[in-house]
């Protein structure tokens, strides 16, 4: 089921002043691009959605896997990583123990401060290089970001329309336990880390209420993202 919130009219905050409420947008662009913001709480949907609009045709750049790419890959952050954890946090096949870094910064919250200043800026960086490079390549058509921090990280001032995924939390926490393998109070935990339901839906231009089959999200997907461009040409 797909829902309107009210129409958009806050400006952006200035920079510096952290996660914003979500309604300002890039300006009209010739460019051929229609970028969606994808929102929501881990277990909501969200991939579900990416896939759905990836099969029309839409490009999608993850923020998770981008995220990957620089723990992994980044090695200014390998090397800070190591220097805090210990140089076994990478396994022998190079990859982060993601496991045992998530263990500690949500136990220690200036250490999850720490990891943010570290990753998110080279991430955003990566996703604006990407559609950059979309765009010289002239890539037309849909484009999904699919970034659950992007309000915090003010990358809805980038985008076109944001489309929110939202469920109910028992739904969330039964997918999380059977996706990641967490027991129901590390899916909680993990929830009560991010804003809620409300909060993502009240940032954005379509809501996307995901208590039915997949099918019927892929549907109201597509029904939300040709409605939103069409309002936008």
Not at 122 to 139: M, N
Not at 154 to 176: K, M, S
């Amino acid at each position: 089921m797909c829902t309107d919130p009210p129409v958009r009219g806050a400006p952006p905050p200035p920079p510096g002043a952290g996660a914003s409420d979500g309604r300002a947008r890039r300006p009209r662009a010739d460019d051929g691009l229609f970028i969606v913001g994808l929102v929501g709480r881990a277990g909501s949907g969200k991939s579900t959605v990416a896939r759905a609009l990836a099969a029309d045709g839409a490009r999608v750049i993850e923020a998770d896997r981008l995220g990957h790419e620089v723990t992994d890959g980044d090695p200014e952050v390998r090397a800070a990583l190591a220097a805090e954890y210990g140089a076994d946090v990478y396994r022998p096949d190079g990859a982060l123990d993601r496991a045992r870094v998530a263990a500690r910064v949500f136990a220690d919250p200036e250490a999850r401060a720490r990891l943010d200043r570290l990753v998110h800026p080279r991430i955003v960086e990566r996703i604006r290089r990407t559609l950059d490079a979309w765009r010289a390549a002239g890539h037309r058509g849909v484009v999904v970001v699919d970034a659950a921090l992007m309000l915090e990280w003010g990358l809805e001032r980038a985008c076109d329309a944001i489309v929110a995924v939202t469920a109910p939390e028992e739904e969330q926490v039964a997918r999380l336990a059977a996706a990641r393998g967490w027991t129901p109070e590390q899916a909680r935990a993990r929830l009560a880390a991010q804003r809620t339901n409300e909060r993502f839906a009240a940032a954005a231009d379509a809501v996307l209420d995901n208590r039915g089959s997949p099918e019927d999200l892929a549907r109201a997907a597509r029904d939300a993202v040709a409605r939103l461009r069409a309002a936008r040409a």
